[in-house]
């Protein structure tokens, strides 16, 4: 059918199944909202910034693991949207990045609201087009959408010029995708699998390190059934919160620079690390010539740029890891779990040595005390998104997940003001549950004009500030490794939360008190609309186990442990 | 992970889909991730979407390695050759005043598959087609005819 370029989008979309697009129109894209305009088969959420409409979209693919999508416009549009781009990278979050361009007549002629965008969107996605005839759109966007949803999953942007989306041209979307140069390679090769479950059999130590593709591949049941099989314990990184259930009698904690004691013991005294879908990451390993420096190492990721790359792989797995996952359970007969029943032992002893906890205070709430709640009064109902800082360590720690997609953050860009605007997306994609997002007094701030936005499309995202009047991470680094010279981390000057939500029509509530944080998280669900608890927590407080910036990972700043009364 | 030492030479080469921007993304992808490029070469292959780059780089061998995959992982990369029985060859063009020594220098342009390929009122123009390291050595070699300027193609390669 001949269609406009601004029709093929809708299309394209359409095709794709897209319910819900996060943007925000300007000049360039104009042609496509006027044809958002005019049709009723998805929703549009306006943001009110374009860096949170990308964060949205994140969020909305987290939880849904679909692919989510964004609609931008030109210059300071699209680079406003850059940092959820990095984002999406960092984290492989599929998504779909639509951006408006100059008319081609004008590119290169640094024209009103122009700006390189391929050129800058380069480094942070994991392809992207500018598209120069209308002819060429059904084939880019049904690319984009492969690409960011296969192998090892990214965000993909298209960059569409003015004139292109007015052009009139031929629109077919059948054609399937023709990649001769992408054939991401999911199935894992057999003698590997059968050679690394050999040598699970003979460990006597082996360690599962469970990472974020394992909720990317969708294999979390999988692999739950890999661990109560073969009951051998695990770890968890960040990322893969959720994937294993906080109950789950083998599964340690999280590891790396805030993991548990007993995670990161565990990690330095195994001989066999059973990676999956993990990136050993540099929060992760801690100082590298020291990590699992004993133990061999079984990798399996759908990125082989991933294996190899940080720590040397005996066992090299390309593969999805449901897939890869799924084949070594055909082999799981030749293990026998009761060989590893000392090593479990011994991490249980790590574990009562210096269990992950924080000391509770009567008078004063601790930071730690508000997650703990939250998990005892939401637990699986809630959803749960963090900004960046103390905060979101905490809720990594103390949260009790309980399935895979329950947890989004961001992991490897740490993006401050990533959280808000997240929970919106992750509450678009599933309604039925409370979207909480545990943030900061310095994140908030960054992206909190998307009260806005919760308002007008009715997301009752509930933020929990854990108020310290610092930025409380950099501030602890300070007081650390700076001789508590905390510049410029006093955040003592503060906006009334109450007000501030109040005055985008949420609701808003400051609590000192165990009890008025009880009475404000009831309330708050119960009106379900947008809310801000600010909560006053104890301010100095430290997000506890450490691992200092490049130390070993057995080498820990541990909780201080208090006189018994 | 920048590992200084055991830093060898290397040749990669790439095939890739000839379509805008594609040379970006690769020199991008080497600066993003810190590594080198000593030179690089690139032309369409005849009668096919392809172009084949020919990179010369330096790095340890995880580095390198690192390096195949990453270029493996852009997408429109077909295919990714390193550490193959390679030829090589490179070559350079010489520009020396007139009033130095012609037949001396024509005689070595000739020891490295070169010759004189330009001559005018007061230069001449020399060319040699060698391997890399031969053309290092010619280059010495020709220093004491006070070459003016000297340009090189940078190396390409086939696997044999």
Redesign the interface.
């Known amino acids: 059918m001949q269609i406009s370029g601004a029709q093929m989008v809708i299309e394209a979309l359409i095709a794709e199944g897209v319910d819900t697009v996060f943007g925000y129109p300007g000049g360039a894209i104009m042609n496509v909202y006027d044809e958002i305009y005019k049709q009723t088969d998805f929703h549009h959420i306006l943001t009110r910034h374009e860096q949170a409409a990308v964060h949205a979209a994140e969020g909305y693919a987290k939880a849904s693991g679909k692919v989510g999508v964004a609609m931008i416009t030109s210059g300071p549009g699209f680079t406003n949207a850059v940092t959820g781009l990095a984002d999406a990278y960092m984290d492989s979050i599929p998504l779909v990045v639509i951006s408006g361009q100059v008319p081609m007549s004008l590119i290169g002629t640094d024209a009103f609201q122009e700006i390189d965008a391929?050129?800058i969107s380069?480094?942070c996605t994991?392809?992207n087009y500018?598209v120069?005839d209308a002819s060429d759109l059904a084939r880019v966007l049904k690319e984009a959408f492969y690409?960011a949803a296969s192998g090892r999953p990214g965000p993909v942007h298209v960059d569409i010029p003015k004139d292109v989306t007015a052009q009139i041209a031929t629109f077919d979307y059948s054609k399937p995708v023709e990649?001769?140069?992408?054939k991401p390679h999911t199935k894992g090769n057999p003698r590997q699998v059968k050679k690394a479950m050999e040598a699970i059999a003979k460990a006597k130590r082996p360690l599962f390190y469970l990472g974020g593709g394992i909720i990317n591949s969708n294999a979390s049941y999988e692999v739950r059934e890999l661990v109560a099989k073969t009951q051998i314990p695990a770890v968890e990184t960040f990322m893969a919160r959720g994937v294993l259930s906080y109950d789950d009698p083998h599964l340690i904690s999280m590891l790396g620079m805030h993991g548990s004691y007993a995670a990161n013991m565990a990690m330095s005294e195994t001989d066999l690390v059973i990676a999956l879908g993990a990136r050993f990451d540099d929060r992760v390993t801690g100082k590298l010539s020291e990590f699992a420096k004993n133990a061999g190492v079984i990798h399996v990721d759908i990125?082989?740029?991933s294996i190899?790359?940080?720590v040397n792989a005996d066992f090299p797995i390309v593969g999805d890891v449901r897939s890869v996952v799924k084949d070594m359970l055909a082999h799981v007969g030749n293990i026998n779990p009761s060989r590893y029943e000392t090593w479990r032992e011994t991490i249980a002893n790590f574990d009562e040595l210096h269990p992950l906890t924080f000391h509770e205070d009567t008078d004063r709430i601790k930071p730690q005390w508000v997650v703990k709640r939250v998990g005892e009064l939401l637990g699986d109902d809630a959803n749960i998104t963090t900004d960046v800082g103390q905060h979101q360590m905490w809720a990594a720690q103390f949260y009790p997940f309980t399935r895979p997609r329950q947890w989004t953050s961001s992991g490897g860009l740490g993006t401050m003001g990533f959280g808000f605007p997240a929970a919106m997306g992750v509450k678009s994609a599933t309604p039925d549950k409370i979207s909480i997002n545990f943030t900061g007094d310095g994140s908030i701030l960054m992206n909190c004009q998307e009260l806005m936005t919760a308002v007008e499309k009715k997301l009752p995202v509930i933020n929990i500030i854990l108020n310290n009047n610092y930025l409380g991470m950099v501030r602890q680094w300070q007081t650390l490794f700076y001789d508590k010279r905390h510049s410029e981390t006093d955040l003592s000057v503060q906006p009334d939360f109450v007000k501030l939500a109040e005055a985008f029509g949420g609701i808003g509530y400051r609590v000192t008190t165990k009890e008025e944080f009880d009475a404000a998280l009831k309330d708050a669900v119960e009106k379900n609309i947008v809310a801000f608890i600010d909560v006053v927590v104890e301010r100095l407080e430290n997000v506890m186990p450490m691992v200092p910036s490049g130390g070993s990972l057995f080498n820990m700043m541990l909780l201080e442990k208090k006189e018994k009364k | 992970?920048t590992e200084i030492e055991n830093s060898e030479r290397r040749v990669v080469s790439v095939i890739?889909?000839n379509e805008?921007?594609v040379l970006?993304?690769i020199t991008?992808l080497f600066s993003?991730r810190g590594y080198n490029i000593t030179s690089l070469t690139v032309a369409p292959i005849p009668d096919s979407k392809y172009s084949r780059l020919t990179i010369v780089t330096s790095g340890s061998v995880?580095v390198i390695?690192?390096i195949t995959?990453?270029l493996?992982?852009l997408?429109?990369?077909?295919r990714v050759y390193e550490h193959c029985d390679l030829v090589e060859k490179e070559m350079a063009l010489v520009k020396f005043p007139i009033t130095e020594n012609v037949s001396d220098i024509a005689a070595l342009c000739d020891a490295y598959n070169g010759k004189i390929v330009n001559v005018s009122d007061d230069m001449i123009i020399t060319m040699v087609a060698d391997e890399p390291k031969r053309v290092d050595n010619f280059l010495s070699m020709v220093k004491r005819y006070n070459p003016k300027e000297i340009v090189r193609s940078g190396a390409v390669a086939l696997e044999r």
């Open positions: 391929v050129g380069r480094s994991k392809h500018l120069t690409i990649l001769e140069t992408y990125d082989p740029a190899s790359k940080l | 992970m890739v889909v805008a921007s970006s993304r991008d993003g995880r390695e690192q995959k990453q493996h992982k997408i429109p990369v077909l």
